[in-house]
């Protein structure tokens, strides 16, 4: 059965679970090969369930090609070997980078100033910001050369509000303008870059933390956003003929799906949060060299 991204090379970064993994599956069920990477290898590797080989196979049963990557994007070299496999294998070709790897510390959640939180949260801005440009250093490359690609970043509203504190939030609104300025230089090689919102995920840490104080909430599983919603609008944006209208854009998932005609599981329309949380600030179109 033809899909709609067969041929299409995709690389997810951080996907043996969570968003990530939804975002290689929805990329999978419409036939992309997808290189799945993360450093979980063995169910017990992470305090959450979740491994890279074991999410490249569900990319496969899918529909499309799942290929497990071994890659800690907090190592360079790691992050070069892994394009240099996909160059070999791909005859250079690579269509989509979700740079989605983010460490996120057990105690972001907690309250209280960032001061009495652990330091190890600004880790986020370690893996999480400086591991989305180095991956994409390394995907434009590929992409440029062959003058056609989309790189998208998973952020969130923390990027506008106050959300888990500054680390979080910096990392957040940080991708945000990875995208914005990559779009400058990748736009003469009509390769698109965009940051997506995404809302609440229905993920397993996002349950974890729920089944600990029900109560506190209550109803929000609900309207929470699977991940392949992301996944799917991802591959809306990359077959859009007009996909670089959108290049450098920083879009709020539940308002772009609207566009595309994307619903969530059982037909819903995950709600935007901008009224609640705020939205995208507008980038200036000054240009510096």
């Not at 290929?67 to 892994?82: E, G, K, N, S, T």
């Not at 250079?92 to 996120?104: F, K, Q, Y």
């Not at 809302?199 to 600990?212: A, I």
């Not at 709600?271 to 980038?283: E, F, I, Q, V, Y």
Request: glycine share 12%.
């Amino acid at each position: 059965m033809d899909r709609p991204l067969n041929g299409v090379v995709a690389v997810v970064t951080g996907a043996s679970r969570g968003a990530g993994k939804g975002i290689a599956l929805a990329l999978g069920a419409q036939g992309a090969t997808v290189y799945v990477t993360g450093r979980s290898q063995q169910e017990g590797d992470a305090p959450l369930p979740g491994t890279i080989h074991a999410t490249a196979a569900a990319v496969t049963q899918a529909g499309g090609r799942g290929i497990a990557v071994v890659c800690d994007h907090a190592r360079d070299r790691q992050v070069r070997a892994l394009f240099e496999q996909i160059k070999r294998e791909q005859d250079g070709r690579l269509d989509i980078l979700v740079n989605n790897a983010t460490v996120i510390h057990d105690r972001l959640i907690d309250k209280g100033p960032f001061w009495k939180k652990p330091l190890a949260l600004v880790d986020i801005l370690e893996v999480g910001l400086r591991s989305a440009y180095v991956a994409s250093w390394y995907a434009a490359k590929l992409m440029a050369r062959r003058k056609n690609g989309l790189i998208a970043f998973t952020s969130s509203f923390g990027a506008s509000c106050y959300m888990h504190g500054p680390a979080y939030g910096a990392q957040k609104a940080g991708v945000d303008k990875l995208a914005r300025d990559m779009a400058v230089d990748l736009r003469p090689y009509h390769v698109a870059a965009v940051s997506i919102w995404m809302g609440m995920l229905k993920t397993e840490r996002t349950r974890r933390v729920m089944d600990q104080d029900p109560q506190k909430y209550a109803g929000f599983w609900e309207i929470a956003e699977t991940p392949e919603f992301t996944g799917r609008l991802i591959a809306a944006l990359y077959r859009d003929d007009k996909r670089m209208e959108k290049s450098g854009q920083v879009l709020i998932g539940a308002e772009a799906a609207l566009e595309y005609g994307i619903t969530d599981e059982g037909g819903k329309q995950p709600p935007s949060h901008r009224a609640l949380l705020g939205g995208p600030a507008p980038g200036h179109p000054a240009v510096v060299e």
